[in-house]
T-cell receptor, first 111, second 115 residues
């Protein structure tokens, strides 16, 4: 199994541009999550999904959108990029109640 | 408001020394997890503690969950340079609907073990 994969690894955006961060897992996990990690701030939950077709907001959802059309994929959409969205984005998935598996992250710089 | 407070934020010690890092909260958690993150990578799970008072050992690492399920500690014996990294604690709040809504993370402890 490849686990949780994320693309791209790094991206530079101009203010106002849009992009989609891709996340795929091949472990047949129902639960999937998007977090952002700012320097010195730990990880904060953006959106999560408990299964295909079901998504819900986390702690910091403003400026983002998600969809979950399949069990494997959970893309994160930025419609109008802002400098405050400069961060490292991690996707995670889990099957059991506790163990989350994280992807390698996408580093986003908005200038 | 930071639900999980980790201390210290930074720790630099010599190889062979022992250390303890702490994860504290005023909230009750159904479980706490410890992750280790290296630069440029995602967090990797080290251990999950579920029962109040539980102690788990992973080679030179000892993890403890407080009796009241509000705090946890990570103790490393005879630290080695390979232990260098960011250690994150994360928890599922006790009344968060089964934990489906993700984990609450602390800010992490940056640990450097000097040879």
């Amino acid at each position: 199994n490849a686990g949780v994969t994320q693309t791209p690894k790094f991206r530079i955006l101009k203010i106002g541009q849009s992009m989609t961060l891709q996340c795929t897992q091949d472990m047949n996990h129902n639960y999937m999550y998007w977090y952002r990690q700012d320097p010195g701030m730990g990880l904060k939950l953006i959106y999560y999904s408990v299964g295909a077709g079901i998504t819900d907001k986390g702690e910091v959802p403003n400026g983002y959108n998600v969809s979950r059309s399949t069990t494997e994929d959970f893309p994160l959409r930025l419609e109008l990029a802002a400098p405050s969205q400069t961060s490292v984005y991690f996707c995670a998935s889990r099957r059991t109640q506790e163990t989350q598996y994280f992807g390698p992250g996408t580093r986003l710089l908005v200038l | 408001t930071q639900l999980l407070e980790q201390s210290p934020q930074f720790l630099s010690i010599q190889e062979g020394e022992n250390l303890t890092v702490y994860c504290n909260s005023s909230s009750v958690f159904s479980s706490l997890q410890w992750y280790r993150q290296e630069p440029g990578e995602g967090p990797v799970l080290l251990v999950t503690v579920v029962t109040g008072g539980e102690v788990k050992k992973l080679k030179r690492l000892t993890f403890q969950f407080g009796d009241a399920r509000k705090d946890s500690s990570l103790h490393i014996t005879a630290a080695q340079p390979g232990d260098t990294g960011l250690y994150l604690c994360a928890g599922s709040l006790m009344y968060s609907g089964g934990g489906a809504d993700g984990l609450t993370f602390g800010k992490g402890t940056h640990l450097i073990i000097q040879p």
